[in-house]
């Protein structure tokens, strides 16, 4: 079920504040954005630019993977440098990821923008598929769902996975 549905109410903005009980008692609250649409799931973090970093953001993965891979890059995030637009990385357990600039937080981020303001940035966690292959490489398998990247790339196409 949503959160909607799980907690009725006539006023919008008790969902908003619901996060922001989760950011004050974590850092930072995760929207899930329902995969149970035919169109790709996605989620994305919500408070992380109140402590100046970039919102994170992953499409194409069911929501216990996407809550996993945001939680431990934004724990991470908390103690070091956000990862610059080109930058790859592995964390133990997860695919690679390249990271990619959301160019229209606005648009992908509607509830991260409502919490933080209009000029809230995001950066996009770009996974590679179980063979090496980016969502920009033929050949690309994505799973049950396609992985929309909502950015430029910063680096060649010729970068190994």
């Not at 606005?106 to 303001?117: E, W």
């Given at each position: 079920m949503?959160?909607?549905?799980d ?11 619901d ?13 899930y ?13 919500v ?5 100046g970093?970039?919102e994170?953001?992953?499409?194409g993965?069911?929501?216990r ?24 990385t ?8 390249e990271?990619?600039?959301?160019s ?11 919490i ?14 179980d ?8 050949g ?7 992985q ?14």
């Amino acid at each position: 079920m949503c959160w909607h549905c799980d907690h009725p109410t006539n006023d919008p903005d008790d969902y908003l504040t619901d996060m922001r009980n989760l950011m004050n008692a974590y850092g930072w609250a995760i929207q899930y954005v329902d995969d149970r649409s035919p169109r790709s799931p996605w989620a994305y973090t919500v408070g992380l630019s109140q402590c100046g970093l970039p919102e994170l953001v992953v499409t194409g993965l069911p929501i216990r993977l996407a809550m996993q891979y945001l939680n431990d890059e934004a724990s991470r995030l908390m103690h070091a440098e956000p990862p610059s637009p080109g930058e790859t990385t592995q964390p133990i357990g997860a695919p690679r990821f390249e990271i990619v600039e959301v160019s229209q937080p606005a648009v992908h981020l509607p509830i991260a923008v409502r919490i933080g303001g209009p000029d809230v940035r995001a950066i996009q966690m770009v996974w590679c598929d179980d063979r090496g292959k980016w969502p920009w490489d033929s050949g690309f398998r994505s799973g049950r769902w396609s992985q929309v990247v909502l950015g430029e790339r910063s680096r060649p196409s010729d970068v190994a996975c």
